[in-house]
């Protein structure tokens, strides 16, 4: 286990001081140079020394939790839970990182992502509901950790199964040399990406459907925009095997006139847990390249997403429902666990209050006081001006009971004092409700943002990946480094 390096704490208050100077910095340079063409990293020149701690111990959840003989990765922990293939596909971006960080040797990294991908390759698919991981090379949302068998009724999920497809791609591209286990991990990710049937998941067509299980057949929806699942059609218009049409990208992005807003003085396409404007860009470098709907707006996705975190900064601001410690330095709302299920009142109002639940902000987006430090942290690499003095100060003013071995604790709630049966977590007095787990999704989006803002480490080595290349060009995009470097 990691130790706490008592240097941070006070690095954290120096930090917080040395974040004013940086927000000035960064609004200079914005005027000199537009948000979307700069490197991400020179916003904030400083690398604050509580960002690598994170980031280090963030990616020992995946280390020391992972199954090494098929390297499934549980939703959660320390809560007993089955393997999450999304937290999978997050794992599998941890691992070249952590080789350059040097947490992990090399050959160490190999030997996880083959056990992995060899796992993938191998491992029964099917119609039958049970005894198989997955059909038409989509995978379940959730596996056995031991067996890698359907675990449950878990539906057969386009989403997270590109999620862990995008995982794999990294590594692909990363793995670049002659040594056998390399080439090993490039064959193992042509053979699973190229037999992923993405025309067999359009029912109706050309949208691609949410999923699939045995029982029930299609599920009820499709993917249309905007969210996370953008990634979805990316790596569909980029299959050389299953590839949908181009018609795809025009249903996906068939609702974005619906969803564009103003919200806290920002105008931007509109998804309101802060994780849909995360997750696709995890691997994917929107920077300055355009598809037809962003050109005749006139930005980006990178830029778009740097309006949301700064709409979800002065919600906090402005309080409305006047929740605990919300403020300038305290913000992040998005897909979280929560301490229950049910509806009370105490000196902050009366609201209802959730379990798990995709909270947001904006029109009839649900907010019950509940804050996510996956919010702000995986923002690092769109607002850093914004996000680190969030993540400093959470974990200034709330570390003690926030703040463990695999870094920030999934969720907590200042608000919520009340002596009821809870979900998940537990209520500790004079703070509030704060949550048990870590979530595999929400530390995989942490560590690699944080990277994304170091060095732009995934997105540089995701711009050689010619499935990505491929899907973006067919989506439309053009510009910035993917015109240049072709």
């Known amino acids: 286990m990691l130790k706490r390096r008592p240097s941070v704490a006070i690095a954290t208050t120096a930090g917080i001081v040395l974040l004013t100077l940086v927000v000035m910095y960064s609004r200079a340079v914005e005027t000199l140079w537009p948000t979307s063409w700069y490197p991400a990293h020179l916003t904030s020149p400083v690398v604050d020394p509580f960002l690598i701690e994170l980031q280090e111990r963030t990616f020992h959840y995946f280390w020391d939790t992972a199954n090494p003989r098929n390297g499934l990765i549980p939703d959660r ?9 999304a937290a999978v596909g997050f794992g599998l971006t941890t691992y070249p990182i952590a080789v350059e960080r040097h947490y992990i040797t090399r050959k160490q990294a190999r030997q996880r992502v083959l056990a992995t991908l060899r796992f993938l390759r191998y491992a029964p698919q099917g119609p039958q509901a049970t005894g198989v991981s997955g059909y038409k090379g989509f995978f379940y949302h959730f596996l056995d950790m031991k067996t890698g068998a359907r675990a449950g009724d878990s539906e057969l999920s386009t989403v997270d199964t590109a ?41 109706n067509a050309p949208a691609i459907s949410h999923g699939w299980s045995p029982e029930e057949g299609f599920l009820e929806y499709d993917w249309r925009g905007y969210n996370e699942a953008m990634l979805v059609y990316l790596l569909a218009l980029g299959s050389p095997t299953f590839p949908v049409t181009g018609e795809a990208w025009k249903e996906w992005t068939s609702t974005y006139d619906s969803e564009w807003r103003t919200l806290f003085g920002q105008q931007y396409l509109n998804f309101s847990p802060l ?96 804050l996510a430090p996956t919010a702000a942290a995986a923002s690092i690499a769109f607002a850093p001006e914004l996000a680190i003095p969030a993540v400093l100060s959470m974990h200034s003013r709330y570390g003690k009971y926030i703040y463990a071995d695999y870094g920030f604790l999934d969720a907590f709630n200042p608000s919520f004092d009340f002596d009821i049966p809870l979900a998940h977590g537990r209520c500790i007095p004079g703070f509030g409700w704060v949550a048990g787990d870590y979530i595999g999704i929400d530390q995989g989006a942490i560590f690699a943002m944080i990277e994304n803002y170091r060095s732009g480490m995934v997105w540089n080595v995701m711009h050689e990946n010619k499935y990505i290349r491929h899907g973006l060009d067919r989506a439309g995009f053009s510009g910035g480094w993917l015109s240049a470097s072709k």
């Open 77 to 85: 922990h320390p809560s007993p839970s089955a393997s999450s293939i």
């Open 163 to 203: 999620l862990l497809l995008a995982g794999a791609l990294f590594c692909q591209s990363y793995f670049d040399r002659q040594n056998p286990e390399e080439v090993e991990i490039r064959r193992l990710v042509d053979e699973i990406y190229r037999r992923v049937d993405w025309r067999w998941a359009q029912p």
């Open 275 to 370: 994780f849909g404007h995360q997750y696709t860009h995890v691997w994917m470098d929107f920077r300055a390249i355009q598809d037809d709907y962003m050109r005749n707006r006139g930005l980006d996705y990178f830029e778009n997403s740097r309006r949301a975190i700064y709409a979800q900064r002065s919600y906090a601001m402005s309080n409305p429902l006047n929740c605990k410690g919300y403020g300038a330095n305290t913000w992040g709302i998005t897909a979280s666990d929560g301490p229950a299920n049910v509806e009370l009142e105490n000196d902050t109002g009366k609201r209802r209050y959730r379990a798990y639940y995709a909270r947001g902000v904006g029109e009839a987006a649900q907010d019950d006081c509940t």
